[in-house]
């Protein structure tokens, strides 16, 4: 259908999973590198609701924009999500009084 070669999909589901590989790991391990193991579980369940939440919105907003406005607004709509998403990341700063490492 679309022309695909079937090394260019399995070079995509093997890069697919390792990035979810590399994601499962980093969502255990970064709070707890940046923040300490102090109050660690709460920290992850802030962190994991969020995420949650919008993984289980988005189907439904994206699904509802591509039925009533163009691909090029949905598109540009997740486009301008990631980038907020990179400049909450990148605000991110250390609680004062904490140490880099372990």
Not at 18 to 35: D, E, S
Not at 40 to 62: D, E, S
Request: hydrophobic fraction near 60%; proline fraction near 7%; charge should be positive.
């Amino acid at each position: 259908m679309w022309g695909f070669p079937a090394l260019v999909a399995a070079t995509f589901m093997v890069m697919f999973g390792m990035a979810n590989g590399l994601m499962t790991l980093a969502r255990g391990g970064v709070p707890l590198a940046l923040f300490g193991p102090v109050g660690y579980g709460h920290i992850i369940g802030r962190i994991g609701g969020a995420c949650l939440a919008m993984q289980a919105i988005a189907p439904f907003a994206l699904a509802f924009a591509a039925e009533h406005a163009s691909d090029q607004a949905v598109i540009a709509a997740v486009a301008s999500f990631a980038f907020i998403s990179l400049a909450a990341l990148l605000s991110v700063r250390r609680p004062p009084g904490t140490k880099h490492g372990p």
